[in-house]
């Protein structure tokens, strides 16, 4: 079981940025992959981002050129720079780890509570 929690979330200005952090703990040994996930009001889930265990990285297409997924193995921690953030990026952010990036892209493995990301003026 591995455990994930979330930081880094609030309220910020059109053109502004966050960096999210999620710390895990527990069976880390299971990690290889982790993501992040967003869920805007009356929308489906969406997979903003992953990474591998060996760095390499993906992200959809809305947010390439101004979001960044990275993971510090030594901290057990994957971070998302969000920079040039408009109304549209609202809504609560989710960290996933797994395995592999097709259990990340299952949307299956460990899940954290979430944080809440808002843009607007």
């Known amino acids: 079981q591995v455990q994930l929690v979330e930081s880094g979330g609030g309220l910020v200005q059109p053109g502004g940025s966050l960096r999210l952090s999620c710390a895990a703990s527990?069976?880390?040994?299971?990690?290889?992959?982790m993501g992040w996930h967003r869920q805007a009001p009356g929308k489906q889930r969406e997979l903003v981002a992953t990474?591998?265990?060996?760095?390499?990285?993906t992200y959809v297409d809305s947010v390439k050129g101004r979001f960044t997924i990275s993971r510090d193995n030594a901290k057990n921690t994957v971070y998302l720079q969000m920079n040039s953030l408009k109304p549209e990026d609202t809504a609560v952010y989710y960290c996933?780890?797994?395995?592999?990036?097709?259990?990340?892209?299952?949307?299956?493995?460990?899940w954290g509570q979430g944080t809440q990301v808002t843009v607007s003026s």
């Open positions: 990474i591998s265990s060996g760095f390499s990285t």
């Open positions: 996933n780890a797994a395995p592999t990036i097709a259990t990340i892209r299952a949307r299956l493995g460990s």
């Open positions: 527990g069976s880390i040994f299971s990690v290889n992959a």
